[in-house]
């Protein structure tokens, strides 16, 4: 199950308390049939990819929900790669997933932020939760590298969100995420160079 939207407040560290819409004014002169998108394949190896090069995706979240997945009252940990693209490009994962009207996402950034908002059918909505800049070397940064992000639950209605083993938030008040479906997301932003640079990233949950 996959799903995109155009909408984003997602409370980034580098830029305070929220993201405005992408801007999809980002210029090319290549023909339409040069873009490609590969959107939640698995790689062969274990892992699932995401790649595009087309202009239409930025400003857009796309997400994709794990069949079977049933998140635990516990540790939830999924491993993302960035192989190219805008180190403000945000990946990570989807979790307490009830509907495409419903769920949460937390999820890091290549230049070093971290992101977390609930999607309530309409628009992103902040947390509540004061983000600080994580520390350096915190989010491992560069090209092919895998950074694990991870959702901590303790079954009732606290998350913690931890990135690497460092903790980057809390979130409290957060009841019946037991048994909800868990995944990947990610937001292509406006700084994509695309179609000479493409987005490449790679998931897999543990």
Request: proline share 6%; with cysteine.
């Amino acid at each position: 199950m996959s799903g995109r939207t155009k909408f984003l407040l997602l409370g980034l560290i580098t830029v305070g308390l929220g993201l405005s819409l992408g801007d999809c004014s980002n210029p090319t002169t290549a023909p339409s049939s040069s873009y490609t998108t590969i959107a939640w394949q698995p790689n062969g190896t274990g892992w699932t990819q995401y790649e595009t090069n087309d202009p239409s995706k930025i400003g857009f979240s796309n997400w994709y929900i794990i069949p079977g997945s049933s998140m635990p009252a516990g540790v939830t940990k999924t491993g993302v790669i960035q192989n190219s693209g805008s180190p403000s490009a945000q990946l990570g994962m989807a979790f307490g997933y009830l509907s495409s009207n419903s769920f949460w996402a937390f999820q890091i950034l290549n230049s070093g932020s971290v992101a977390c908002g609930k999607w309530n059918g309409l628009a992103w909505q902040s947390t509540g939760v004061t983000f600080d800049v994580l520390p350096p070397g915190t989010i491992l940064q560069g090209a092919g590298l895998e950074n694990d992000v991870s959702i901590s639950y303790d079954g009732v209605s606290n998350v913690s969100c931890y990135v690497n083993g460092t903790i980057a938030a809390s979130i409290t008040g957060v009841p019946g995420l037991t048994g909800s479906n868990t995944g990947f997301i990610v937001y292509v932003d406006s700084s994509e160079h695309f179609p000479q640079v493409p987005l490449n990233a790679l998931f897999k949950q543990y």
